[in-house]
C-alpha cells in the first residue's frame, strides 16, 4: 500500500475535495492493494479509494447529486488515476 504521508494521487484528491466542497469530515482509504491482480489494478497504487465525506454542499441532495459532485471535485482524476472510488457522501447531522 502506498505511504499516506507521499501518496500524490491522494493528496490531490484530499485538496480538490477540500477545495470545492468545504467538508466538515473528510476520510479516503486507499485500497488499491486489496484489488492486486485484478482489473484496473495499477502497479503504482493509488487505483482504489474508499471516501467518506461530510459537507453542508449535500444538503437536501439525493446519493446521486451528492456523487456527481464528488465526481466534478476530483475531475480528471477519475480518468486518469483512479479506476475505482466508493462514496458515502452526507451533510451534517444526515
Known sequence: ???????????????RLASSLSPTHLDLVDESEKHRGH????PRGESHFA????SAAFAGLSRVE???????ALGDLLHDRVHALSIKA?????
Open 39 to 42: 482489473a484496473g489494478h495499477d
Open 1 to 15: 500500500m502506498t505511504d499516506p504521508a507521499t501518496a500524490p494521487v491522494a493528496a490531490e484528491m484530499r485538496r
Open 66 to 72: 451528492c456523487q456527481r459532485l464528488v465526481y466534478a
Open 90 to 94: 452526507t451533510a451534517p447531522g444526515g
Open 51 to 54: 471516501l467518506i465525506i461530510e
